[in-house]
């Protein structure tokens, strides 16, 4: 798993555990909602400074954010794909 992917998995998992939207994360961190949708999908790598931002808004630390998940968290999260036919 890429540093991006780690990110991108652990904003999305705090984000949507603390039941907020993109765009109030976006609000409360005074960055626009298409660029958390953009490290949420592993787009854009954020700097050090946004990731430290997010997570205050969050109550996490900013390492928080960049710890790999154990292989169990990441199975559960992963989105479950169909069979090819």
């Known amino acids: ?18 039941g907020l939207s993109q765009e109030e994360l976006a609000h409360r961190a005074g960055i626009d909602r298409t660029y958390i949708s953009s490290l949420e999908r592993s787009v854009y ?30 199975r559960r999260a992963s989105p479950r794909r169909s069979p090819k036919t």
Do not use: F
């Open 45 to 74: 790598a954020a700097g050090i400074d946004v990731v430290d931002c997010l997570a205050k808004v969050l109550g996490l630390e900013a390492a928080d954010l960049l710890k790999k998940p154990d292989a169990a968290v990441r």
């Open 1 to 18: 798993m890429e540093i991006r992917e780690i990110l991108a998995h652990n904003l999305r998992t705090q984000r949507r555990a603390r």
